[in-house]
């Protein structure tokens, strides 16, 4: 059974970067069948894709937050990582992990993480 | 602003038909399958149709979805109260290369 575990600090200060982690288990991170993806939704909003990556390296992310964001992957540690930089209070969201097959085929979300709310405040 | 358009809220009684659809363009709902999320209050978003209108294991026969053109739309027969939940459409736009989503549309059983 595949598993997604979101974690990292919960209170970042404006202009710093925000780090959360994904943990996955049941299924290999490094695979390039799946896409690993962030996702985020502001509280009361609807959802925002932020990026992918898949085989380890390849990327893909949304152009509205492009400049600020890298997703990587700590294979030895099976969990792919998002940074998020320069926050404002806009990026005040719960930040979901979730895992699909290739979005060209418009496959779905299949998987998801339970979420991490994350405040931006000083 | 959504890129693809959803109604804000449908409600109907229980045993009751509800449609919610999703509108989008050429570049998404035109040329990729739409996926549906179901999703409670403090919790993740749950897949409920994928590909316009297959059924994940476990998810139940009276959700069912359909697509015509750039427009898809998600219907509960059989409406339950245990339906109450925000759903969200959501395909890829293979011009702007993203994920896009609809703004989710609110499910009241009254």
Same mark, same amino acid.
């Given at each position: ?12 200060? #404006? !202009?710093?970067?925000?780090?959360? @982690?994904? %943990? &996955? ?6 695979? +390039?069948?799946?896409?690993? /993806? ?24 949304? #152009? !509205?937050?492009?400049?600020?964001? @890298?997703? %990587? &992957? ?6 792919? +990582?998002?940074?998020?930089? /320069? ?31 994350? @405040?931006? %405040?000083? | ?110």
């Amino acid at each position: 059974q595949v598993q997604l575990q979101e974690s990292g600090p919960g209170l970042v200060k #404006p !202009s710093e970067t925000l780090s959360l @982690t994904c %943990s &996955v288990s049941g299924a290999s991170v490094t695979s +390039s069948s799946y896409y690993w /993806s962030w996702i985020r939704q502001p509280p009361g909003k609807g959802l925002e894709w932020i990026g992918y990556i898949y085989a380890s390296e390849r990327t893909n992310y949304n #152009p !509205s937050l492009k400049s600020r964001v @890298t997703i %990587s &992957v700590d294979t030895s540690k099976k969990q792919f +990582s998002l940074k998020l930089r /320069s926050v404002t209070a806009a990026d005040r969201a719960v930040y979901y992990c979730a895992r699909s097959l290739s979005p060209y085929g418009g496959h779905a979300f299949d998987i998801w993480g339970q979420g991490a709310m994350v @405040t931006v %405040s000083s | 602003q959504s890129v693809l358009t959803q109604p804000p809220s449908v409600s109907g009684t229980p045993g009751q038909r509800v449609t919610i659809s999703c509108s989008g363009s050429s570049s998404n709902i035109g040329i990729s399958p739409v996926n549906w999320y179901q999703q409670f209050p403090g919790t993740a978003p749950k897949l409920v149709i994928y590909s316009d209108d297959q059924r994940p294991s476990g998810v139940p026969d009276r959700f069912s979805g359909s697509k015509s053109g750039t427009s898809a739309s998600l219907a509960i027969s059989g409406l339950q109260s245990e339906d109450e939940a925000d759903y969200y459409c959501a395909a890829w736009d293979d011009s702007l290369n993203v994920w896009v989503f609809g703004g989710g549309t609110k499910v009241t059983v009254l």
